[in-house]
């Protein structure tokens, strides 16, 4: 039996281990403070997309229900509130049900979060990292809108619902199911845009639907957009980025939606993060943050094709 060995070859773990070198080298050049922040929490991420993975009680002394971090976010904006300034962290986050070659429900996670930077300033802050650590030449930059429109011939700002539906129809059979317009375009993203998208490539505001927890802005056309941005390399999506919401009541108006959304998919509910709240209540500096998935990073350096070659060992090998 040869079941207890690592998934990872140990030379591509000493390419990552390089790899995490190099970027904790990247901040410290930029005075960038690297943070640590807690893996358990009392509440999580109330994304209808994301699913939390539930500790049990841990006796008298936390006599509550805990959640591994689906990611540092909220931890590292009450660090920022404080006054920490420029902070990133290198760290394991948590999602249940996610496997596939580029997911496993454990994995590392680079995040940063830059005072004073717009979604522009950050945009170009992680090129210049993703450059170095992948040895690639400027990567191009086109808008949300830009990319459906030269794919699929249509704004996605500005679609209705039925022609939505009806564009999907040709490429993706969705059954008697009744998605809805953010469903749709992100399969649509998934299945026609990405595939045929450059090899390195930000796409940046996104429709309203899919702020999360960016801010809403109107772009140069006067439309409202989500200042968040995706970059792809390769087909994969490397990091997510926003330029973060800072408006307390806006924060709590969202999480709500997300509860009640959660409601009717029948998703298991989370408590709002009230020290989240608090913590914006006092003050979040206006700032640009952003996620970077370590593992996928070791892929693109490496060139391999399954997140298994790049992590010691995967959860279904521990």
């Known amino acids: 039996m040869d079941d207890w060995k690592p998934t990872a070859q ?78 990133y962290q290198i760290c394991k986050a948590f999602r249940q049900g996610e496997v596939s070659r580029t997911h496993n429900p454990e994995f590392t996670m680079l995040e940063w979060y830059q005072p004073g930077y717009s979604q522009g300033d950050l945009i170009n802050e992680v090129e210049s990292l993703v450059s170095s650590l992948l040895e690639i030449q400027a990567i191009p930059k086109l808008s949300y809108r830009e990319v459906f429109q030269q794919q699929l011939d249509f704004d996605p700002h500005n679609i209705t ?37 450059p090899k390195n490539i930000f796409v940046y505001d996104f429709p309203v639907d899919q702020c999360a927890l960016a801010t809403i802005e109107k772009d140069s056309d006067g439309q409202e957009v989500a200042k968040r941005f995706e970059l792809f390399c390769s087909g994969i999506e490397l990091a997510n980025g926003y330029y973060e919401l800072i408006d307390s009541s806006e924060q709590k108006s969202r999480f709500v939606v997300d ?42 350096a490496i060139g391999c094709t399954e997140i298994s070659e790049v992590i010691s060992f995967t959860t279904d090998k521990t």
């Open 10 to 87: 140990l030379e591509n773990l000493k390419i990552r281990a390089e790899l995490l070198i190099k970027i904790r080298q990247f901040f410290f050049e930029r005075n960038v403070l690297e943070v640590e922040t807690p893996l358990l929490a009392r509440t999580t991420a109330t994304d209808v997309h994301i699913q939390s993975l539930e500790v049990p009680r841990m006796g008298p002394a936390l006599d509550a229900i805990f959640y591994l971090q689906t990611s540092p976010e909220f931890a590292m904006k009450r660090m920022l509130a404080a006054g920490s300034g420029a902070i």
């Open 161 to 197: 619902l039925k022609r939505l539906n009806s564009c999907a129809a040709e490429y993706i059979d969705v059954g008697t199911q009744k998605l809805s317009q953010t469903d749709l375009l992100q399969l649509l993203m998934d299945a026609v845009v990405v595939p045929q998208l």
């Open 259 to 300: 509860r009640s959304k959660r409601q009717e998919l029948d998703l298991q509910e989370y408590a709002l993060d009230s020290k989240l709240i608090a913590a914006l209540d006092y003050g979040l500096p206006n700032c640009a943050g952003v996620a970077l998935g370590i593992d996928r990073l070791c892929m693109l």
